[in-house]
């Protein structure tokens, strides 16, 4: 901790990033502020970034139990691509957003990415518009160091063609004749500041359209296509195209919470999915995407499952299954799949003094639990039944939190007294195996 005596975290992250850890949520802002361990996972991430900056593409599975670490690691890679100067965009998929299938699941999926596109001025999400009016501003700059100002002539047709060469070859695209021209229309809106114009070519971009008419009336041109559940892949690799264009190192996409994949009742839509990523898997690992990078989150369950999960797709299970030296204690960081380890018992004491001196800048008071104090803590949470395997880093943190939250507001209170009631209270109340629920939902019909 002493390395840390002089860090100044500024309030607003402070604030956001203990009360994500206070609700068991991952924070997206502040991720690198409580950074423990997984080095080695981390570099083997970064290592993919430098791919794609060269123009390659990368493809991994992070695989983890609820609460391990694996949605904090990708938003801690988010936060090193943006700083990077990646487009990155993320989106958590559900009941509503999949890879595919009927009701727009998979164009939901589109829209939650670009809603969340992200770059270093923007690391919020939303920045969709800011890119691209960041690359106009670069084009009048660049025409008015040459000499050609906005008052001039010529200024209009200089810049035609200044788009027009930025976006030529997004037309060899699928779809990329109609995503170059209404990007094209966007910057000769920006030159005729029609707002009105400009609106209808992000709604375009943005996957808004239900079809080419409605698409035809809003725009004022025909289309060939719009972005829905088939073709929305398609887009997002004209999208890695244009950051590079648009002076970015390339586009990272993060899609967690893929056990709602596995969740999927009906089979055949749920094979459909599965296919879908295949598909992208193969694509990108062929090279058939550059400067694009995917990151996707998931359980063991969704990965490992023979009835339901990735496995139970064998042309998935070919590609991802662990090799024979895995059972043997070996790992491969070089492989689509990482699993997270549990973090050793130093790397989480380590996590609690971080914690305990962010809650203590949050306070700006002294932290009332000392070195000793946090290897009692965690000692306690380590000698749980069956602890040892299954407790996870949200667990701890969360029940950290609350003590130091009950200490720093009862100032009556003494950590030995809590945790001597946490014993009692333990003790009277033996801890019983979990039952089993019986899942329904795995019966095919």
């Known amino acids: ?57 990368a493809i991994r599975f992070i ?92 200024f209009s047709s200089e810049l035609k063609k200044e788009i ?6 997004l037309e060899g695209g699928v779809g ?48 060939s296509t719009v972005i829905g559940d088939e073709n929305w892949y398609d887009f997002i690799k004209l999208w890695s195209l244009l950051s590079v264009r648009l002076g970015y190192r390339g586009l990272i996409l993060y899609i967690d919470e893929c056990i709602n994949l596995y969740k999927i009742p009906n089979r055949i839509s749920r094979e459909n999915n599965y296919e879908k990523l295949l598909s992208i898997f193969n694509d990108v690992l062929q090279g058939r995407a550059p400067y694009l990078g995917m990151f996707f989150g998931g359980t063991p369950q969704f990965l490992e499952d023979t009835r339901r999960g990735l496995f139970s797709y064998e042309a998935l299970r070919s590609r991802l299954t662990d090799g024979r030296f895995y059972e043997m204690g070996y790992t491969d960081l070089s492989s689509p799949v990482i699993r997270l380890r549990r973090l050793s018992d130093n790397e989480l004491l380590a996590l609690l003094a971080r914690i305990t001196k962010l809650h203590a800048m949050q306070n700006a008071r002294e932290p009332r639990v000392g070195g000793a104090e ?57 801890e019983k195996p979990a039952k089993r629920d019986v899942d329904l939902s795995d019966f095919e019909f």
């Not at 607003?12 to 924070?27: D, E, F």
């Not at 670490?69 to 958590?92: I, N, Y």
């Not at 939303?126 to 670069?138: D, K, N």
Request: hydrophobic share 40%; glycine share 8%.
């Open 1 to 57: 901790m002493d390395q840390w005596n002089e860090v100044k975290v500024p309030k607003r992250i402070l604030n956001t990033l203990i009360n994500s850890l206070n609700a068991g949520v991952v924070p997206r802002a502040g991720a690198p502020y409580i950074a423990i361990g997984r080095q080695e996972e981390v570099a083997a991430l970064l290592s993919n970034l430098a791919s794609v900056e060269e123009g390659g593409s």
């Open 374 to 430: 946090m290897q009692r803590f965690l000692s306690a949470a380590l000698a749980r039944a069956g602890a040892e395997e299954l407790v996870t880093p949200r667990e701890i943190i969360r029940d950290f939190l609350m003590l130091l939250n009950i200490l720093q507001s009862n100032q009556k209170e003494s950590f030995d007294s809590l945790m001597a009631a946490d014993t009692a209270s333990r003790e009277a109340t033996p």
């Open 176 to 223: 990329g004749f109609d995503f170059a021209r209404v990007l094209s229309e966007y910057y000769l809106a920006s030159i005729a500041d029609d707002n009105d114009k400009k609106s209808a070519c992000l709604r375009y971009l943005r996957g808004e359209f239900s079809g080419k008419t409605e698409a035809k009336n809003a725009l004022g041109f025909s289309v």
């Open 63 to 154: 695989i983890g139990r609820y609460g391990s670490g694996k949605s904090f690691l990708l938003q801690l890679v988010r936060g090193f691509a943006l700083d990077r100067d990646f487009l990155t965009a993320d989106a958590d998929l559900s009941p509503e957003r999949r890879l595919c299938g009927g009701n727009g699941c998979g164009l939901a999926t589109y829209r939650e990415l670009i809603r969340n596109l992200a770059s270093k001025a923007s690391p919020d999400g939303g920045a969709l518009p800011v890119v691209l009016s960041r690359h106009y501003a670069r084009l009048c700059s660049a025409l008015a160091a040459n000499g050609v100002f906005p008052e001039d002539e010529r």
């Open 164 to 169: 027009y060469k930025t976006l030529s070859e």
